[in-house]
């Protein structure tokens, strides 16, 4: 028996979320179907955690056991050839038998991207949130700042949430001002990207940071409100949830 690593990205528009569900296209059954048409196995595979329906990852890991004796650098290729093109493994290593991938990771980092002017960028809309107005990014980036280290994220977890805790650290937080490399007039646009790592992530709590970091960038908050949202631990007083296509897992750390 061999223990398989793997790490996987894939873009999310088409799919109902990582996790495998009833009725409904998922990246685990795409995974899984590919593996047993590679090795004739039904395997189970256990990922660092599950994204949304529309989640985007470039940095996914997931580990399943199996008795194949395929070449571990020959893995990817096999089951890319098998994947839809909006999924490919990028990596893959044999780890102890006793590895797994929720469990053991140590860190994650999401990035969500928002693109602000008048109109969407044709090739990018399925990656950024587009919102047509300017946003204040200074008082964003301050508001951010409140998030820095360990805190009860209460306010900005889903009521759906079945963690027994709400404490999560957040060690990096930050806010980037990307300005179009090529336009040609019409739109003037930036890119905003917000990227967080920290030792764990609650349900939507990035895509509610997020939706409360817009009413702050649009003067509908201060960047102050921040810190009050977080010391009330209650979730009506942050923002919305912001929408799913902005939102990127970048990376898992062990």
Same mark, same amino acid.
């Given at each position: 028996?061999?223990?398989?690593?793997? *790490?996987? !990205?894939?873009?999310?528009?088409?799919?109902?979320?990582?996790? #495998?569900?009833?009725?409904?296209?998922? %990246?685990?059954?795409? +995974? @899984?179907?590919?593996?047993?048409?590679?090795?004739?196995?039904?395997?189970?595979?256990?990922?660092?955690?599950?994204?949304?329906?529309?989640?985007?990852?470039?940095?996914?890991?997931?580990?399943?056991?199996?008795?194949?004796?395929?070449? *571990? @650098?020959?893995?990817?290729? !096999?089951?890319?050839?098998?994947?839809?093109?909006?999924?490919?493994?990028?990596?893959?290593?044999?780890?102890?038998?006793?590895?797994? &991938?929720?469990? !053991?990771?140590?860190?994650?980092?999401? &990035?969500? #991207?928002?693109?602000?002017?008048?109109?969407?960028?044709?090739?990018?809309?399925?990656?950024?949130?587009?919102?047509? =107005?300017?946003?204040?990014? /200074?008082?964003?980036? /301050?508001?951010?700042?409140?998030?820095?280290?360990?805190?009860?994220?209460?306010?900005?977890?889903?009521?759906?949430?079945?963690?027994? &805790?709400? *404490?999560? #650290?957040?060690?990096?937080?930050?806010?980037?001002?990307?300005? @179009?490399?090529?336009? +040609?007039?019409?739109?003037?646009?930036?890119?905003?990207?917000?990227?967080?790592?920290?030792?764990?992530?609650?349900?939507?709590?990035?895509?509610?940071?997020?939706?409360? +970091?817009?009413?702050?960038?649009?003067?509908?908050?201060?960047?102050?409100?921040?810190?009050? %949202?977080?010391?009330?631990?209650?979730?009506?007083?942050?923002?919305?949830? =912001? /929408?799913?296509?902005?939102?990127? +897992?970048?990376?898992?750390?062990?």
């Amino acid at each position: 028996m061999r223990n398989l690593r793997f *790490v996987v !990205a894939y873009d999310g528009t088409k799919y109902s979320g990582f996790q #495998t569900q009833p009725d409904a296209l998922t %990246i685990q059954d795409e +995974l @899984e179907g590919a593996i047993m048409n590679l090795t004739g196995e039904k395997v189970k595979i256990i990922a660092s955690g599950r994204t949304d329906a529309g989640v985007h990852a470039k940095g996914q890991v997931f580990n399943f056991m199996t008795i194949s004796q395929i070449p *571990v @650098e020959r893995w990817c290729l !096999a089951l890319n050839t098998r994947l839809p093109r909006d999924i490919v493994t990028r990596h893959a290593q044999e780890v102890p038998l006793e590895f797994h &991938s929720r469990h !053991a990771a140590k860190l994650k980092t999401y &990035s969500y #991207t928002i693109r602000t002017g008048r109109f969407p960028d044709v090739f990018s809309r399925q990656y950024q949130l587009h919102h047509p =107005a300017r946003l204040d990014a /200074e008082a964003m980036r /301050e508001g951010l700042e409140h998030l820095r280290g360990e805190h009860d994220f209460t306010s900005f977890c889903s009521v759906r949430s079945t963690k027994q &805790s709400h *404490v999560r #650290t957040l060690y990096d937080v930050r806010l980037e001002v990307l300005e @179009e490399e090529y336009d +040609l007039g019409y739109n003037s646009p930036s890119v905003i990207r917000i990227v967080m790592t920290g030792n764990g992530f609650l349900y939507n709590m990035v895509r509610i940071i997020v939706g409360t +970091l817009l009413q702050i960038g649009t003067g509908k908050r201060s960047s102050g409100d921040m810190a009050r %949202i977080l010391a009330a631990k209650d979730r009506s007083k942050a923002g919305p949830t =912001a /929408e799913a296509h902005g939102l990127m +897992l970048l990376n898992v750390q062990y």
